[in-house]
């Protein structure tokens, strides 16, 4: 007789079906998919992602769409993985609570204290955990979170087995109090099955769309309604709804979380698959905005950069900085904070210099960095008057900056840093982790010794401080 303690490892069910095995060909496999689709981060945080289950060669790339989207310089408590069961039906859901997950890249720890009590403490989830055995909407999450993590972390894996979307209002609410910053989600889910090509991209892109309003109701009747229409071959519009709406009732309500699109494509994309007869896939990420983008409407934004150019406009035409009446500004621009401006010509960067401390009202911080950096950025010429036309202006307000002792609390492509040792000091702005494509040791690396001159390993100096901060970031291109 087994132990009560004994772990039940889960082993993979679909390894050489719908990835491959041999793990040098897994690893070879995901990194193509993730050098296709590149980090594209905002400066919001990742709270969720909603990626694809089928065989790699069909929904990999997209996959990979969803995953790159996640901070891999963040340490994350616990990431739970919610997939619908294909195989059994049950009313309500199996969280793996006896043991780990195997795939040919290793074994994945379960938060098993997290699992447990989930289990024990409601009801609807506690249906048996052997439900998972042979289940693959979970299963082929993992290998991608192996690849961006390298094992270092910690999985709840939640498998539901009902249709009922009250059951699913259940779920969440016993979910609700892990849905927070430190854990992050992976719904597991295709879109539509068995249409024709054109069909599948006029259905995926109306669930995706539903998805999107954050409302769980439109949701459904969107999901019920692609069935009704009677397309032909359809059987349905999102095969694990009961997935996605279960993430929908935990953000629904949230005025800071909005669902971002990322990436669509659907097997007859594939080279292994068929135009009349296909399955649909779509990436999406479930965003929270950064705390310090309240303040600032969207009007408050264009104000900002329409002051920043005049200000570069007046200054060419050897004049100062246009005077404003306080009175007729918005609100905002009163606040203080700190301002970079950071100007491009095409794809190139062209001038950018800031300014940390919240002493000067924005409106006024924005017209000084928007001349500093069109005049004063010593690593490029001034910028000359027929130029101006042919820039772009970006603006970037900053948080206030936080000193931290572990550098794995820094999130890339949502935390800039500042690293200072003595009399020098260099930053990154959050949005350069996402453009280089950086892993965290390289962002750290390069602003220790290229911005601030202290080698590329200064950073782990004893006398070094490092902090970070957030920005909220927009430009003329939007």
Known sequence: MKSPDTLQN???????????????????????????????????????IISPHAGYVFSGAVAAAAFSQVDTGKKYKTIFILGSSHRNSFP???????GNYITPLGTVSTDLGTAKKLASENPVLAFDPQYQGSEHSIEVQIPFLQFIFKNDFQIVPVLLGTQDP?????????LKPYFSSENLFVISTDFSHYPGYN?????????????????????????LSCTQNRIANLSTGCCSWPSVITLMNLTSG?????????????SGDSEYGEKNRVVGYYALSVLKKAANDSFLKDSDKKALLLIARNAIHSFLAGGRSPSYEIES?????????????????????????GHF??????????????????????????????????????ISVLSPLQKIENVKNIRLGTDGIYIKKGGRSGTFLP????????NLEEFLGHCARDKAGIGWNGWQDEDSEIYIYQAVLFGEKE
Request: proline share 6%; glycine share 4%.
């Open 199 to 223: 069909d599948a991209y006029i259905t995926d892109h109306q669930i995706a769309d539903a998805i999107v309003t954050n409302h769980p109701d439109k949701f459904l009747n969107a999901v």
């Open 166 to 174: 009250k059951i699913c209002e259940q779920i969440a609410s016993a």
């Open 431 to 438: 949005q350069v982790a996402s453009e280089t494509g950086w």
């Open 10 to 48: 889960r082993l993979p069910a679909v390894a050489g079906s719908f990835y491959p095995s041999d793990p040098a060909e897994l690893k070879q496999m995901l990194t193509a998919f993730f050098a296709a689709t590149p980090p594209s981060r905002s400066g919001d945080e990742v709270m969720a």
């Open 92 to 98: 309500g859901a199996s969280v793996y609570s006896i």
């Open 357 to 394: 401390e919240a002493d000067i009202p924005l409106y006024k911080i924005v017209q000084q960095m928007a001349v500093a950096s069109s005049a004063h950025d010593t690593r490029f010429d001034a910028v000359t008057s027929d130029e101006l036309e042919l820039l772009d202006i970006e």
């Open 329 to 353: 500004l918005p609100p905002a621009l009163l606040n203080k904070a700190g301002v970079f401006v950071t100007l491009k010509k095409g794809n190139k960067l062209r001038g950018c210099i």
């Open 254 to 266: 949230m005025p800071d979380i909005t669902y971002k699109k990322l990436l669509y494509k659907n």
